[in-house]
């Protein structure tokens, strides 16, 4: 049953990418899950529980690929692999973030999703947050600064950029180029700048599946 | 004509801020305008076409409303209004950033726009260059920095601030706080830390018209 839950939800994400939320019908999300819409409505109820358990599909989906960046060496390194990691040419990760603007775009007409997104969000600045009072436990970041402050607004910053980047007024690595100083700027510099460089070019390549 | 052409645009900001992009349908922009649809098919050609000028029309909205940033006494104190008139409570405004965020997240889905969006989203991010290079000659800005990444950076933040505080992510007060401090840390900290306060003691109250 996990598995047929799943199995939609990532059908949901591939549709919400596609054609956006309001393209999302229930009966082309069953033939795209290859599923009835009895059972979709079975696991999710009604249209906007597909919506809000998309979004957390996203976010779990999000997790799982940023994990990568735990085992970095120390808390900076990690952060500015976790956000970086959120603009890449990988197809998963182009579909999550189209998925995820499209939600969040969707809530500014829409009620329904804004409580999932706003805890969803807060726990991603958390995130942020709590690596940022790590990195400058190690003396790898400014001690002035409010860890808070900077995370919230360093993720603010990728989903902006991230929107720039999918609709086509910037590059991938000018957003990615943009980001990582915008990491420098808010934590204040380091002597990492040779582990930022390794983890620029540790980008997957475009041509990458 | 250009009385027409201009009433007719101010009625297609309004219906993509309420209903969104793909809310737009001619007869529905025809009746909000009180024209013919015939009208505004020879004004604008096509759907592509009133989508184009709509995105040209927000642009210049926001350029008149940001304009009174420009009797700030310094370059840098510019830029904090200019940046910060964009996230205030004011009507016009939030119809004004509904419609841009609207017009970006369907650029993601449809390529007409891409073109309009990119240089339009250069213009802001060259005027935000321009007063940060004014700044540093001024002796009000870091002169290390790099102008136009600042400007990139602080645009795109607006963006995404802009976004969460519209989805109800974060409030608006929050949003301006997080901007403005976005400035302190590109541009560096000045001992206009008074001024800024002023900036921010000056925005509208919600309650205002």
């Known amino acids: 049953m996990a598995d047929r839950r ?8 591939r549709v919400i990418a596609q054609d956006g939320v309001r393209g999302l019908r229930v009966e082309k999300l069953a033939a795209e899950a290859g599923v009835s819409t009895a059972l979709i409505y079975y696991h999710f109820q009604d ?16 997790e799982r ?10 808390p900076r390194t990690q952060l500015e692999r976790m956000l970086l990691l959120e603009i890449q040419d990988a197809p998963t990760v182009r579909e999550n973030s189209v998925a995820w603007g499209e939600l969040r775009a ?7 999703l804004r409580d999932t997104l706003r805890t969803t969000t807060a726990a991603w600045g958390h995130d942020a947050e709590t690596l940022i009072r790590q990195a400058q436990a190690a003396g790898l970041a400014n001690p002035a600064i409010d860890p808070a402050d900077a995370g919230e607004r360093l ?6 950029l991230s929107e720039r980047w999918l609709s086509g007024s910037t590059s991938l690595e000018r957003a990615r180029e943009l980001l990582s100083g915008a990491i ?9 700048r040779q582990q930022r460089e390794q983890v620029v070019r540790a980008a997957p390549s475009p041509s990458e599946p």
């Open 65 to 74: 690929y940023t994990d990568g960046a735990s085992d970095a060496d120390n």
């Open 155 to 160: 993720t603010a910053l990728v989903e902006g």
């Open 184 to 192: 420098d700027v808010e934590l204040g510099e380091s002597d990492s």
């Open 47 to 62: 249209r906007a529980g597909i919506l809000r358990s998309a979004l957390d599909h996203v976010n779990s989906r999000a």
């Open 106 to 112: 969707s809530a500014v007409f829409a009620e329904d």
């Open 6 to 13: 799943k199995q939609i939800m990532e059908a949901a994400v």
